[in-house]
Structure formats: structure tokens, C-alpha cells
């Protein structure tokens, strides 16, 4: 290993010379009490800027090991020792030191989410943060005394304040932590009290705008409050009693007028797979790990997908128990997302008839006169939604203003009110009571099959002319793979682009080693999650990155199967 004086001394030969001189720094060096690695240098200033990894050992960090006693805290406190970076970073900006990314300090952001992820890790031995730099130059002229003031005094402030435990609030991290455990509290306690989704009283659901996804401020916003039916109380670790509403396994309409708070109901209800930072106001919303946003689609590619239980019977004989298309209509697309979901594992849906296709939702009495069962491909939800529960275990959200023919089928029904929740379920029994709605049932008795798929790992090819593997995320909802871009685009449930990444790099890893003709897609992928969890996010790349976040199975098989080269056997 390297000593500073070392790195001192090559900044001082190569300042003024070509950028290329900066290759010189890349190695190992050991400040004391903490070890530099320069990990990869940037060709030029404008290139994506250089990989810095500090590790600090325990006994220089001094973190209190309760901080970290398990998976969820641990999480929870890289996460904010991230944040925390972060925010002191924040004040080196490209271009401060020189041409292009010149100066620049940055650790990959955090959302409102906290998720596992690279930036910061906390171990029993070591605390480590991946960070990059943007190393100065004029032109392309290496400014050495620039760089010496980002190795001796900003990086060293940065570790220092960032990463060793005296310097840090240590109630503020406690906060942190503990809020996060009791959100994960809750979630692992939902299934054994047969709930799928559970919303705090006091919880602030609304986000301060559609690119914003900090909280709505002001003296409009309303507080959630449960209906007193619907109301369960979880005794958490830290916060101790927590009151809310829980949402009931099965079939749980959520009606009301226009602009009363049901998108906003579902929107936070769907982000609940996550764990959220204290003052979110999310941070107990907590969702079933395995619900799953459903919507339309319509343009989307769809590989040999049963999705007979909704669509038979197509135009020109077209089988729709292995059905494949470039171009899905609004209903099909809709009923392939089903069928992944399960395929793929998902125990909850969540439906906003905002982003549905109408008859894949409906087909009411007087059209089922109008156009016979033998005309109409598609089984609506509604005569599915049942079954749904009952043959599989699946339980369903549904945001539905327009249509009260659901009342029929509905468990639980919750009237958003001036952004209040009602429970409304007797009154909508009743007048589902008075009246029949007319129309006849289409269902049939079972749900029917949910047909596993088993990709070939050649179809998820990556290479890209001479590249054997080209993968990267373009943004929150796009990969570039290979000569293909996968669109996710309405796949909600990404909060980070640090997923995406991690995404399209899991993508790789599954068709290099878990995937091989005769494995099902949620073979692969529960091999993949077991990878992850126990030798972590490092195996998805060749060198230790700080910017993967870690994904949900759900989104990477998303992801897969909207990859128009897929093909499976
Ligand atoms: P709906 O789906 O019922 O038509 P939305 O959920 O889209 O209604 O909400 C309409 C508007 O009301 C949104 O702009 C949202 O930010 C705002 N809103 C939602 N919930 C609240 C709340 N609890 N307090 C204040 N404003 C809210
Ligand atoms: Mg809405």
C-alpha cells in the first residue's frame, strides 16, 4: 500500500501535464486512519468522473454495533450515512476546480426510499464509502494542487464527518434506524393478521408535486385518519403502539368523487413495498413486499404469455395461452401484466381505473346484451377478481369511481372523502342487494392456469457490435441492452435510477448463470435473490460500484419480459 506523501509527490510531478497523467494516482493509499483506493480514472474531465472508495475500520468508525445488529438496521444505517454524505458533498460542483466535471465530490443520492445499496457500506469490521471524483484540470491540463486540495482536506472532511460515529447526531441515526425497523416491523407482521397493506393514522400521503416526491407542506394537507372499522393497532419496537387502517386480504374497492384522494390512497400504498425516511410521511405506510402496480399498456412487446384466463377466443384463432406480440392492445398488455405478476410471485395487485383499459375492467349489462360471450374475447376483471383470491391467493386493491357493479365482488369497500377514508362496505352490500346489476357472470369456476415460462439465456443478448455486453440505465425508466431498450415506463414501482442499473446488470447475470432453457423465470430469479442477499451487489460488475440500489424481483422479471429479444422455450 501506498503512503500519502506517495500520491502528494505524483500530483506535484503531473500537475500540468497531459490528463492522462492522472492514471498515475490509480492504487491503494493508507491515510491513517482511513484507506484510499482510486479505483478507476477518467480518461478526460468531461468523461464520468473517477471511482474513490475510503474504508475506515471499526475501531477508527467506532459505529455502536446495535446500529447494524441485523439486515434491516444495517440498511438503514448506510443509508444514512449516505444521506449524510451526501448533503456535505453537496457543496463541491462540477466545474468548481476547472474544466468540465473538475472538482466534483458526489455519492449516489438517495431517494425518499431506503433501500439497500452500494454507497456506503457498514460491516462488522469496516465501514466503506464508493464515491466519485471529478479530477481538476484546465482544458485538459492536469491541475495538481487542485486534486491535492480534493485527497488532503475535502475527501478527509468528508470521512471525517460522514463516517466516523463521534462526529455524527447520534440521535438523529437512532431515529433513523429505528423507524426503519419498525416499518419492516409491521410488513413482516401483515401476512399472520391477514392484512395486505396498513396506512398509520397521522400519515401524509399526498407528494409535493408530480417531480417532487417529498411531501405536500401546508395548511391544506390532510392527515390520514382510519375509519374506526377498519382500524389495527401494531405494537413496534421503537414508536411503540402504532394505530392505522389494515387493509384486508381479498378483494378491497376504494371509490369516492373525482379528485378526493384515491390515486394518492393507491400511489402511497404502492411505494409501501419500500421503507420510507422518518419525516417522508410514508414511513408507516407499509404494503405487502409482493404487491405489484397494474396497469395498461398498449404498444408493449408480450412473449408467449398465457393469458387465456382474460382473453380467448382472438380473431383468426390467435392462442392466447401462448400469447406473443410486438404491439399489445390496451386490454391484452393489461392481462399479460397480470399474468407476469403471478407468474413472477406477486400476492397483491394494485388497479387505479385511471391507468386501465375500460374493458379489460368492465363489461356491463347492456353490452353483454348488445355483443354475445362468443363475440367477446376478453373475461373482464370483474369476473375474475374472485377466483383471483380464492384459487390463488391474491388479493386485489382497486381504485374504481366509475363503475359500482364491483360492490358485487368487493370484500371491503373505502369511500375517499375530502381525503378521508370512509368504510363504506355495508352501504355498498346493501344497494348491491337491492338491485342486481343485470349482468350475467363470465368468470367460470376457476381462475385457471398461471403457465411458467423458461427464457433462453441466449434471447437476452447484451452485445452491442464488438461489446460482448452492453448494459446501462438511460434514466429512472429506460435500459439500453445491448442493441435493444427496455422501456419501463410503467413499471411505478422503480424509485431509483441506482435500480434500474442494478436491474439491467441482474438481467446479464441471470442469462450468464441462473438461466438455461429449462429453468422457469421465477427459478432464475429466486436463484438471483439468493446471490444478492448473501454475497451482495458487487457480483453484478467487475469492479466495486457505489451506485446499484437494490431492485425487487418483480421489477427485474418486469424488466425481462418487456426485452423485445426475449424468447423462451
Ligand atoms: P382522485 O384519484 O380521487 O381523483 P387524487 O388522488 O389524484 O384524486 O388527488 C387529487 C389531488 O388532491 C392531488 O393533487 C393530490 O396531491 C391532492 N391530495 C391528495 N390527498 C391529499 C391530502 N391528504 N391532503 C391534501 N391534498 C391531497
Ligand atoms: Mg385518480
Request: hydrophobic share 40%; glycine share 10%.
Amino acid at each position: 500500500m501506498k503512503t500519502p506523501d506517495t500520491l502528494r509527490a505524483v500530483l506535484a510531478r503531473i500537475d500540468g501535464r497531459g490528463y492522462k497523467a492522472y492514471e498515475d494516482i490509480r492504487g491503494e493509499y493508507d491515510f491513517g486512519s482511513y484507506r484510499l483506493t482510486v479505483d478507476y480514472v477518467q480518461p478526460d474531465p468531461f468523461a464520468p468522473p473517477s471511482q474513490i472508495i475510503a474504508r475506515l475500520s471499526q475501531a477508527e468508525a467506532g459505529f455502536p454495533p446495535g446500529l447494524f445488529s441485523n439486515a434491516v438496521r444495517r440498511t438503514a444505517l448506510e443509508d444514512f450515512l449516505a444521506r449524510r454524505f451526501h448533503e456535505l458533498s453537496g457543496r463541491s460542483r462540477p466545474g468548481s476546480r476547472g474544466t468540465g466535471r473538475s472538482g466534483l465530490i458526489s455519492i449516489d443520492g438517495p431517494p425518499q426510499e431506503v433501500i439497500r445499496r452500494t454507497a456506503v457500506l457498514v460491516g462488522e469490521a469496516a465501514v466503506e464509502a464508493r464515491f466519485v471524483v471529478g479530477l481538476p484540470a484546465r482544458g485538459r491540463t492536469v491541475l495538481g494542487r487542485q486534486a491535492a486540495a480534493i485527497f488532503f482536506d475535502e475527501i478527509p472532511y468528508l470521512v471525517e464527518k460522514a463516517l466516523v460515529w463521534r462526529h455524527l447526531d447520534a440521535a438523529a441515526a437512532a431515529r433513523h434506524v429505528d423507524a426503519v425497523e419498525d416499518a419492516a416491523f409491521i410488513r413482516d407482521g401483515l401476512r399472520e393478521r391477514r392484512l395486505v397493506a396498513f396506512v398509520a393514522d397521522g400519515a401524509i400521503l399526498p407528494r409535493a408535486s408530480g417531480v417532487d416526491d417529498r411531501p405536500l407542506a401546508g395548511r391544506d394537507v390532510v392527515a390520514f385518519r382510519s375509519p374506526d372499522a377498519l382500524r389495527v393497532e401494531f405494537r413496534t419496537p421503537h414508536r411503540g403502539a402504532v394505530t392505522g387502517m389494515g387493509v384486508p386480504e381479498g378483494v378491497t374497492l376504494v371509490v369516492g368523487g373525482g379528485y378526493h384522494g384515491k390515486s394518492t390512497l393507491l400511489n402511497a400504498v404502492e411505494k409501501g413495498v419500500y421503507d420510507h425516511l422518518p419525516g417522508d410521511g410514508r414511513e408507516l405506510v407499509v404494503t405487502d413486499p409482493l404487491a405489484v402496480k397494474i396497469r395498461a399498456e398498449d404498444g408493449r412487446f408480450v412473449e408467449k404469455v398465457d393469458i387465456s384466463p382474460f382473453i380467448t377466443n382472438l380473431p383468426f384463432g390467435r392462442d392466447t395461452r401462448s400469447f406473443s406480440t410486438a404491439d399489445a392492445s390496451g386490454s391484452t398488455s393489461q392481462a399479460a401484466n397480470i399474468m407476469e405478476a403471478l407468474e413472477a410471485g406477486a400476492r397483491l395487485l394494485l388497479i387505479d381505473e385511471d391507468t386501465s383499459a375500460t374493458n379489460f375492467m368492465i363489461r356491463d349489462a347492456r353490452m353483454q346484451r348488445l355483443v354475445s360471450k362468443d363475440r367477446e374475447p376478453i373475461t373482464p376483471f370483474i369476473d375474475k377478481v374472485r377466483q383471483l383470491h380464492r384459487d390463488l391467493g391474491v388479493s386485489t386493491i382497486l381504485v374504481m369511481g366509475g363503475a359500482g357493479d364491483y360492490f358485487e365482488v368487493a370484500d371491503t369497500v373505502i369511500m375517499m372523502d375530502e381525503y378521508l377514508p370512509k368504510d363504506v362496505t355495508a352501504e355498498a352490500r346493501r344497494i348491491a342487494a337491492e338491485g342486481g346489476t343485470g349482468r350475467a357472470f363470465e368468470g367460470g369456476e376457476r381462475f385457471g392456469a398461471v403457465r411458467p415460462r423458461r427464457p433462453l439465456p441466449e434471447s437476452l443478448d447484451a452485445s452491442r457490435g464488438r461489446r460482448e455486453a452492453s448494459v446501462a440505465a438511460k434514466g429512472l425508466h429506460a435500459i439500453a441492452f445491448g442493441r435493444s431498450t427496455i422501456d419501463l415506463s410503467f413499471v411505478e414501482q422503480l424509485v431509483d435510477i441506482s435500480q434500474t442499473r442494478a436491474v439491467g446488470d441482474i438481467i446479464l447475470h441471470a442469462a450468464r448463470r441462473c438461466l438455461d432453457g429449462s429453468r422457469t423465470l421465477a427459478e432464475a430469479l429466486a436463484l438471483v435473490e439468493r446471490d444478492l442477499r448473501e454475497k451482495g451487489m458487487d457480483i453484478l460488475s467487475p469492479y466495486r460500484r457505489g451506485d446499484y440500489a437494490m431492485p425487487r424481483m418483480l421489477e427485474v422479471a418486469a424488466a425481462i419480459n418487456r426485452l423485445r429479444t426475449l424468447r423462451c422455450a
